[in-house]
């Protein structure tokens, strides 16, 4: 048959610690290697990063994949991601983070397949985040649910063992076979909260650019894809035994940046803010800005947030997800911080997600 293009989307900053494992995993897929373009948007990388996708892209001489190197202005990977969408050449575009790799050689070819097969799908996801080999414990935690605010507000697992499972419980599924589960989210009056920005996701770009123009006019505007897609009643398809090996952080101090910028982002709703939370808002049931400030007697309350992190330990096995209390407590904290400095005209330094 003949493969339609995909243009893999990674957005880099100071990645020299992951990006290589990514670009591996790309080079190891069975999909036709002239039908793949990789884009590296680059948000000024002071380490190795640029080196590694530099060299490579000259390791590519003798296949037919073509590498590019693209500079982001912005830094954030946002706005890396719009340019993504902009100079993406493919039919399909999929997302890949530089901290992510494909875990199954057949990754890019199920998901194309899939998509063939069915006109009404219009994004595949990967089966979830694999961390058993991501070196850093609490790295388990962050796959799941990302921070503590997004597990008391959404309370889906992302880890592969549950993320597909709890979807088929909580939504309506249509169909599935062999690679995947295949979902029609339009009708719940509350659908699951599922990011299409990276984890290895492949969407219909063809039909965005035919049906949502604004993904290529607004920065933010691709970050909310999954209220657009389902806006339009397409169907989402759930690949099975995909996973996506994802090393997020390597210690505690870079994972507690990575809260802090969400926190600062969305309280001061910049460009980063406008693609996450508070981005999302307009989207969710109006109770979710009700439920955003519960979070706070969530806390005070001290039982429900140690109730969430005996019964997470013991379910996974895993002592590290009692950090759950530290973190939400953590959380809580910077939130108050944060609010405190914008009501009184204090600025922050606002540089990009991590930071």
């Not at 507690?256 to 808002?281: D, P, Q, V, W």
């Amino acid at each position: 048959m003949e493969y339609p293009q995909v243009s893999v989307v990674i957005a880099t900053l100071n990645s020299e610690k992951t990006l290589l494992k990514a670009l591996e995993s790309i080079r190891k897929q069975s999909y036709p290697s002239d039908k793949i373009e990789i884009l590296d948007i680059d948000g000024g990388s002071k380490d190795r990063t640029l080196e590694i996708a530099k060299k490579y892209k000259r390791s590519l001489a003798g296949y037919a994949s073509k590498c590019r190197i693209l500079k982001n202005p912005k830094v954030d990977q946002v706005y890396a991601k719009h340019l993504g969408w902009l100079n993406s050449k493919g039919k399909y575009t999929l997302l890949l983070d530089s901290d992510e790799a494909l875990g199954n050689r057949n990754s890019i070819r199920n998901k194309v397949l899939t998509i063939l097969n069915d006109k009404r799908v219009k994004a595949v996801i990967s089966s979830g985040y694999e961390s058993s080999n991501t070196g850093f414990q609490l790295n388990s935690y962050i796959n799941e649910f990302g921070d503590p605010f997004s597990f008391f507000l959404y309370r889906i697992s992302k880890d592969e063992k549950f993320f597909l499972k709890e979807l088929m419980e909580r939504s309506r599924i249509v169909y599935e076979n062999s690679k995947a589960a295949i979902f029609d989210f339009s009708g719940l009056s509350n659908p699951p909260f599922i990011e299409l920005t990276s984890m290895g996701v492949l969407i219909d770009r063809e039909y965005i650019k035919s049906n949502f123009r604004e993904v290529f006019e607004n920065i933010s505007a691709h970050t909310h894809l999954f209220y657009l897609l389902n806006s339009g009643k397409c169907l989402f398809a759930i690949m099975k035994h995909d996973p996506i090996i994802h090393r997020p952080v390597y210690s505690l101090f870079s994972y507690l940046k990575k809260i802090n910028s969400r926190i600062k982002n969305n309280i001061y709703e910049t460009s980063m803010g406008h693609a996450g939370f508070i981005g999302r808002e307009k989207y969710q049931p109006s109770w979710y800005k009700i439920k955003k400030f519960l979070f706070i007697l969530y806390n005070l309350l001290v039982l429900p947030v140690l109730l969430d992190s005996l019964f997470l330990s013991v379910k996974r096995r895993k002592p590290i997800y009692l950090m759950h209390v530290i973190l939400s407590f953590y959380t809580l904290f910077a939130i108050v911080f944060y609010y405190l400095l914008k009501a009184f005209g204090i600025k922050v330094k606002l540089a990009g997600y991590g930071t």
